[in-house]
């Protein structure tokens, strides 16, 4: 294998890993710490505000439709496997931003087909 590729497998290897880990952002309160919540957030409206459905409906998977709303409602929610979503939005820019990803990954990143699901 080249190195290039090793190196780029390695990586994607560890970006997965972070998924249904016990790594949440400690948060005196036991919740999600603002900075967390807020690149969640953040990645939600920039690529999963707007997803073209296979039927050609439109759909936000944005908790709450807003960024404001997004990191109210992270913050109340302790028990989100947050690092799992924040890494099913970050693979749709991963792999080029297309709806085919948002597709997939989106629906992921709000904890959609049992894939981040709560601890």
Known sequence: MKPAR???????????AGCGS?????NPDGGPT???????????????NSVVEPDGGT????????MSACVSTCL???EWDLAC?????NNV???????????????HAVGMSNTCPPP
């Open 76 to 78: 109340q929610h302790a």
């Open 85 to 89: 979503r924040t890494t099913h939005c």
């Open 34 to 48: 603002m900075a967390a919540c807020t690149a969640y957030c953040t990645c939600m409206v920039m690529y999963c």
């Open 6 to 16: 090793l190196i780029m497998t390695l990586l994607a290897g560890l970006w997965v």
């Open 93 to 107: 820019p991963m792999n080029g931003g297309t709806n085919d990803y948002k597709v997939i990954h989106c629906p």
């Open 59 to 66: 759909v936000n998977f944005t908790p709450g439709g807003t």
């Open 22 to 26: 016990d790594n949440k952002p400690a």
